[in-house]
């Protein structure tokens, strides 16, 4: 299993997956059913997640197909130039979910401004996302090229898109911005592990006169941090594409990051929580929680440690 | 070259020369250099989370958080400034020309000493005395935790500067 394999196997989630969350977030609406509205949520959120490894193996896939008979690497740069720009309005529609899935409990109705922003945002990252796909689809199919070119949409929005060469050199061109970003990538991570590291350290344990629930009021500033760590992470790759993507460590800490949200979304939907929820102070968690908290626990220390061993950046960049 | 060796101890070459240092430096091992750099990572993660989180609880996020309940995470604090003073000292082992000769290495020592001594101080005045009211408490414990969040993101911020504002990589080779 190489990048192009990975990457098809990635890249359909967000356009399909976007376009159903679409679908059942419009008949939440409708229908007012709030089942169908957190659905629809969960679904943009885990193609937020999705979305991440699908870009990162774009990347690989660039450098293995680049050269072989028939590729035009114009068509290559606009299907890049695409994904740079429909990636953000994914993680925009995903952050927005996160927050409705946080309120959700705590409001009896949605959330106006957010129900609105979900739906301009998912709407958007749909088309863009389907312009992604289809500008990717005619680096292979000769068969499907030309269509839409030349159209006033197509236009208007390779205005917008970032020119992949020039969004990469500016991220690099200016070593304080570089270090900027590697210091709210440290940043974030010290609000990830002080809330959401120590909301798993008392669920296995440790200072078992907080109340679990209590400390869940914190989880919202780790996940500030995670937002924080994402979009400087991304903005460090999209400077550096080609040494990332062959850096071992870098694709394992992508999966371990991916694998540890995954923890922690399963300690809220599988009811973890709420059983540790009704604990009083001093009391032991339930153990398929400690179960889950251990693992994620486990899996963010492995994000940082496979974080620094990604290793010549300090240098190469420094110098 | 010249001019390096004028300005650089020569203490430093010394230092760099024994087997510990260029071990640290040079091997290949993935227990080397960057092993050290994982720990010192990992100690920073287990000291200003806990107090960041403390920090926040003071200054009114998460309410319902007991203050007192949260004494033992000292213990992990204390534990994560062990662990980064003992891989700092590595660190500085690896590179000692590259880390005396940046005026942002003493920057960082000194911000470090504040934010231990406001660690303690935090520890002293809010968790060591059980007598005091939970208003009492609060009024002494803002200007703390202000204080515990600028210095610790300025102790982040001048360590990982040190990656792009040395002089000498080694003794006598620019960086």
Not at chain 1, 48 to 67: H, R, Y
Request: aromatic residues 12%; charged residues 15%; proline residues 4%.
């Amino acid at each position: 299993m190489d990048f192009p394999h990975l990457h098809l196997l990635l890249n359909h989630f967000p356009i399909i997956g976007t376009i159903v969350g679409v679908g059942l977030f419009l008949t939440s609406l409708v229908a007012k059913t709030e089942d169908v509205r957190l659905s629809s949520l969960v679904v943009f959120v885990a193609m937020a997640l999705l979305t991440i490894p699908a870009f990162i193996t774009g990347v690989g896939a660039q450098e293995k197909i680049v050269s072989d008979a028939g590729i035009s690497n114009d068509l290559i740069q606009r299907h890049e130039g695409s994904a740079e720009l429909s990636v953000w309005f994914m993680e925009v529609t995903g952050a927005l979910a996160v927050i409705a899935l946080w309120q959700s409990p705590r409001r009896r109705t949605p959330v106006r401004w957010n129900t609105f922003a979900i739906l301009i945002f998912s709407l958007l990252t749909a088309g863009l996302m389907a312009r992604t796909g289809n500008t990717g689809g005619e680096i292979r199919h000769s068969e499907i090229r030309s269509a839409e070119e030349g159209t006033a949409a197509d236009s208007a929005l390779s205005h917008f898109e970032p020119s992949p060469a020039k969004f990469t050199r500016l991220m690099i061109v200016n070593k304080w911005w570089w270090a900027f970003m590697m210091d709210m990538h440290f940043i974030g991570l010290v609000l990830l592990i002080g809330t959401i590291g120590m909301l798993n350290l008392r669920v296995l344990g440790f200072s078992k006169q907080v109340p679990i629930g209590a400390l869940n009021r914190l989880v919202p500033w780790g996940i500030a941090g995670f937002g924080m760590n994402l979009i400087t992470g991304m903005l460090a790759f999209i400077g550096m594409p080609t040494f990332y993507s062959h850096d071992i460590a870098f694709v394992l800490k992508i999966a371990a990051i991916l694998l540890a949200v995954t923890a922690l979304a399963l300690f809220y939907v599988t009811g973890a929580f709420r059983d540790c929820e009704a604990l009083e102070p001093g009391e032991d968690a339930p153990l398929h929680a400690k179960i889950i908290a251990g693992t994620s626990l486990v899996l963010w220390f492995a994000v940082i440690v496979l974080g620094r061993y990604i290793q010549p950046l300090q240098d190469s960049i420094a110098r | 070259m010249r001019e390096a060796s004028l300005t650089v101890p020569l203490f430093l070459n010394a230092l760099e020369q024994t087997g510990l240092s260029t071990w640290l430096r040079e091997s290949e091992s993935i227990f080397g250099f960057y092993f050290i750099l994982v720990f010192h990572t990992i100690g920073l993660a287990l000291v200003v989370g806990p107090n960041a989180a403390i920090d926040l609880r003071i200054l009114g996020v998460a309410p319902e958080i007991p203050v007192p309940a949260l004494r033992n995470w000292f213990n992990l604090m204390w534990l994560g400034l062990a662990i980064n003073v003992v891989s700092g000292i590595f660190l500085v082992l690896a590179y000692p020309s590259k880390a005396f000769t940046n005026p942002d290495f003493y920057l960082k020592l000194t911000l470090v000493g504040f934010a231990i001594w406001n660690l303690q101080r935090m520890k002293r005045q809010l968790f060591d005395d059980a007598t005091q009211s939970e208003s009492a408490m609060f009024a002494k414990g803002r200007t703390l935790a202000v204080w515990s969040l600028v210095l610790w993101a300025g102790v982040i911020t001048a360590g990982r500067l040190l990656a792009y504002t040395c002089s000498y990589l080694v003794y006598g080779v620019p960086c």
